[in-house]
């Protein structure tokens, strides 16, 4: 069963530009929104969370836009850099069992 | 001790063999998680331990999948009569008692011929 839906599947940005991937979770409880960030041969990396009492969060160029009634949230990367260019998950967290990841939107920055 | 180890990185085996991998958390982290992850996909949780006790197995957890974690310290995977559909890589992840802060290794490859 999926719990988590993430768009888009991949997602090509210019330099600088603005960079939004989104998720949509179901009706569950969870602690946590994490994303993650992966490169090729590497394993995830935790990139930034929020907790669901929060509308945003901002770490540098990365948010996160949080929405509870919508179930849904999102990741922002501003002034998107080759360097960025990545596998993103987004992800649920619930203190009493595990994480839960999306299936991922790969990230091209062109330079 | 400056991260999750995993062992081989790329193991290549014939249908039918038994594979094992194995993971070194980072040391202070109570909580270790195995997850499998294929192309294109995020990764799948299959088992984690709290200590030595395993406490949760999904359901992609075959009979032909096993994990252990003597000790509460490093923890193997073990996959009897391996099947092509076993191919992917094969993460393992350490976090302290509560977080959402997994902590990756850089996986184990496994490709089934």
């Known amino acids: 069963q999926q719990q988590v839906k993430q768009s888009p599947q991949s997602l090509i940005v210019q330099k600088g530009g603005i960079s939004i991937i989104n998720c949509a979770y179901e009706?569950?409880?969870?602690?946590?929104f994490p994303w993650y960030q992966q490169f090729p041969g590497k394993g995830p990396a935790l990139l930034i969370a929020i907790r669901p009492d929060v509308s945003e969060k901002k770490e540098g160029r990365f948010t996160i836009s949080f929405n509870k009634s919508a179930k849904q949230f999102s990741l922002h990367i501003m002034d998107s850099q080759p360097g960025d260019s990545a596998t993103y998950f987004c992800?649920?967290?619930?203190?009493?069992?595990?994480?839960?990841f999306g299936s991922g939107t790969r990230l091209s920055i062109r330079p | 001790d400056t991260g999750v180890s995993q062992d081989p990185r790329h193991k290549i085996t014939k249908r039918g063999q038994n594979v094992t991998f194995r993971c070194d958390p980072i040391?202070?982290?109570?909580?270790l998680y195995w997850y499998r992850q294929t192309l294109g996909q995020g990764p799948e949780f299959l088992t984690y331990f709290q200590n030595e006790a395993q406490l949760e197995k999904s359901r992609l957890l075959s009979d032909r999948f096993s994990a252990e974690r003597p000790k509460g310290s490093f923890s193997t995977l073990e996959i009897q009569r391996t099947e092509q559909g076993d191919s992917a890589m094969y993460l393992c992840?350490?976090?302290?008692?509560?977080?959402?802060?997994?902590?990756f290794g850089s996986g184990t490859r496994l490709t089934v011929v």
């Open positions: 009706n569950t409880a969870f602690d946590y």
């Open positions: 992800a649920l967290y619930s203190s009493a069992s595990k994480i839960i």
């Open positions: 992840a350490s976090s302290p008692r509560v977080g959402y802060g997994y902590t």
């Open positions: 040391s202070e982290h109570n909580r």
